[in-house]
C-alpha cells in the first residue's frame, strides 16, 4: 500500500492540530487494486462515483478520459452540494439525486444521476460504505458490479491502476497512453510530491484551516510552487517532465483549473491568477484542448460546490475579464497579451 507524501498527509498529532484550526486530510480506508486475485482487469465490470466540483475526483474522471476508458468504466455523478441539516439521513454527505436543483442556475445540473453502479439505487455515498460496514463516505469510489464491493477510494491509487491496466480494461484510445514512462518515472514522482503538499492539497490548507499561521505557510508554499513551475515550462517544454502528458500533468491540471474563477476567492490563494503566468497559462490550456479533457470536469460544478457551501450560500458570477471560464481555457495567447 503506497503511503508516500504525494499521496495521503502526514496524519502526525492529526487531532491536536485540526484542534488548532488546521485543515488534516484524512485518511481513504478502502485500498484494494485492480489486478488483485478478487478484482481482475475486464472491460464493463467497474464503475465510478463522483462529483465533478471534486478536485480528487476530477483526477480520476481526467484518467479515465485520457485513457479512453469511457465505455468501459461506467460513472455516477453526485450532486455538488452536500446534504442540509433539514435532510433526515443528516447534513454533509454526498447525494445522487438528478432531480435537486443548482442555486446558481435554478434548474437540474444535467450530469447529475442517480446510483446506477450498484443494483440497490442508493441515495448516499454513505449508503453504498453502510453495506461493507464502513462509516466513510468520501469520493471518488472505485466500485466492482459484479463482486458488489468497493475496491478503492483513494484518488491516486485509483488512476495508477486505471493507466497500469487500461488495455486490459478496454481502453479505446487509437494510441496506447502510459502516464506514468518508465524513463521520467523520478521525476514524476518528484514533481507528484511537490504538487501535492503545495498545490492540491495545499489549497485546502489555506482555504479550510482555521489558524492564521498554517493559511500564510500555505498561501506562501502555494505561490512558491507556481513560481518553480513556471521556470520549468519556461524552457518551451509542452508538459511538466518534456514532449509527453504524464499522471503529473494529470495531477497538477484539477487544482489549477480551479485556481482563477473558485480558489483565488474560496481559498483565500488571491496572490495571483494563473493567467499572470505565461507559460503556466499555455500549459493549462495545452491540457484543457487534449481530447476528452474538457468533459471530464465542470466549473459549474465547482462553483455550485464550493460557494454552494460558503456561509450565505451564494454564488459569485465571475470571473468575467478577460472573458468567462472556462472559455478562457481556449485562448493560451490571453496572457502574452498582458490581460
Known sequence: MTRDKSVQEDQTQAAARRAKGEFVRGLSGFRHAIG???????????????????????????TRAVLGL???????????????EEDPAGPNLWEFNPQRRASLTGAPLPECTEDTGTGFSLRLAKDIYRREGSDEQSVPILYDKIAGRIVNNESAEILRMLNRHATALGSASAAEVNLVPREVESEIESLNERIYVAINNGAYKAGFSADQAVYARAFEAYF??????????????????????????????????????VYAVRMKLNGARVLDYPFLWRWLCRVYALDGVSSAGSLLHCRQ???????????????????????AYLHPNLAAQGT
Open 36 to 62: 488483485d486475485p478478487d478484482f481482475p482487469p475486464e472491460p464493463g465490470r467497474y464503475h465510478l462515483f463522483v462529483a465533478l466540483n471534486c478536485p480528487w475526483c476530477h483526477r480520476v474522471t481526467l
Open 70 to 84: 469511457q465505455h468501459s468504466i461506467s460513472m455516477d455523478v453526485a450532486f455538488p452540494n452536500r446534504t442540509g
Open 224 to 261: 512558491e510552487t507556481f513560481d518553480v513551475l513556471e521556470t520549468l515550462l519556461s524552457d518551451g517544454r509542452p508538459f511538466l517532465t518534456g514532449v509527453q502528458f504524464t499522471e503529473a500533468d494529470l495531477r497538477l491540471f484539477p487544482t489549477l483549473y480551479r485556481h482563477d474563477p
Open 305 to 327: 460546490g464550493y460557494f454552494g457551501r460558503s456561509w450565505n450560500g451564494v454564488v459569485p458570477l465571475g470571473p468575467l475579464h478577460p472573458m468567462p471560464y472556462p472559455e
